[in-house]
């Protein structure tokens, strides 16, 4: 059994991808997504989204980390996945999934879903200009508006030489609303030789278990269920038992002292404010400050906010 954390754009970032891997067993972490448009990135974008490449794409407790790249012409992508290669990513990721308005609009993300062709000459170049020992990967979405060409995108990353795929059973249009239909997955699964990773609805180790015994898949992907409970990958890896409201606090602040002392963070209230928007579903706890946290907007006020809560 695999469990890999997901790329979430504006919530999992180096801090938290330090915190979870230190209390559990991930097999590799993906990160947000480096956004390529028409240029070789400098070497500063990607140490800047990884800095885990200045650790040999570790992060501190020895988990690897692979580069995610996100953009729609095959050559620059190819040009700047050797770079995240050379760099020290532990090989890198397409990502054909991001719902984002704002990313789709440019032609980016699950708006490729609608075109096979262009996914298949992407991840082909891809496939081409990183040395074979390398993985090439992709995670997609069902389809953009519906879900009538889940298999040919799956068929198109295959033939183009990918080394495996993350399935999130959705939909663009689907959002983040359940259920997940794992059962497109089973059918991918089935058709491609290559690993797939089931992703969507992973809330537990239950869950975990069941989808894996649905779709036929050995490796699962979790995102939101793992800042929903922040050691996940533990509960569902060793059936150790989910964090209690206290250790999530503690957690809580470590992330704090740790966003603390990197310069000039102005995102800090937000993505605060987003972890406690997920772990409102793992503990009822979190509500009543969750309302308090909402009120301030300066990373010093929200630091005093829970402060006084720990």
């Not at 200009?129 to 519906?146: F, M, N, Q, S, W």
């Not at 509500?287 to 402060?307: I, W």
């Amino acid at each position: 059994m695999r469990v890999i954390l997901a790329p979430m754009e504006g919530v999992v970032d180096h801090t938290m991808r330090e915190l979870l891997s230190t209390i559990n067993p991930y097999d590799l972490m993906v990160t947000e997504f480096v956004r390529v448009v028409d240029q070789l990135l400098p070497e500063k974008v990607f140490l800047r989204m990884c800095p885990e490449l200045n650790n040999a794409g570790f992060t501190q407790s020895g988990t690897p980390v692979r580069v995610q790249l996100l953009g729609q012409e095959p050559e620059w992508m190819a040009e700047n996945a050797v770079r995240a290669i050379k760099l020290g990513s532990h090989g890198v990721d397409a990502n054909f999934g991001c719902p984002a308005k704002m990313v789709n609009r440019s032609k980016g993300g699950a708006v490729l879903l609608q075109y096979p062709e262009q996914i298949h000459r992407i991840v082909k170049a891809m496939r081409q200009a990183v040395p074979a020992e390398h993985p090439v990967t992709a995670k997609i979405r069902l389809g953009y508006e519906d879900k009538s060409l889940f298999m040919e995108n799956a068929l198109a990353i295959y033939e183009a030489g990918a080394t495996e795929l993350a399935v999130h059973a959705r939909s663009k249009v689907d959002g983040y609303r359940p259920p997940a239909y794992w059962e497109y997955i089973t059918d991918i699964r089935q058709r491609l030789p290559i690993p797939i990773i089931a992703n969507g609805e992973i809330w537990n180790r239950e869950d975990a278990l069941r989808c894996m015994s649905q779709t036929g898949c050995d490796s699962v992907m979790v995102g939101r269920g793992a800042i929903t409970l922040p050691n996940l990958a533990a509960h569902i890896k060793n059936n150790e038992a989910p964090y209690s409201w206290q250790q999530t606090l503690a957690l809580l602040m470590e992330y704090t002292r740790q966003q603390q002392s990197v310069p000039r963070n102005d995102y800090f209230p937000g993505r605060v404010k987003q972890w406690f928007s997920y772990l409102n579903r793992q503990y009822s706890q979190a509500d009543t400050l969750f309302r308090e946290l909402r009120l301030h907007k300066t990373t010093d006020a929200v630091v005093a906010v829970l402060a006084n809560a720990a």
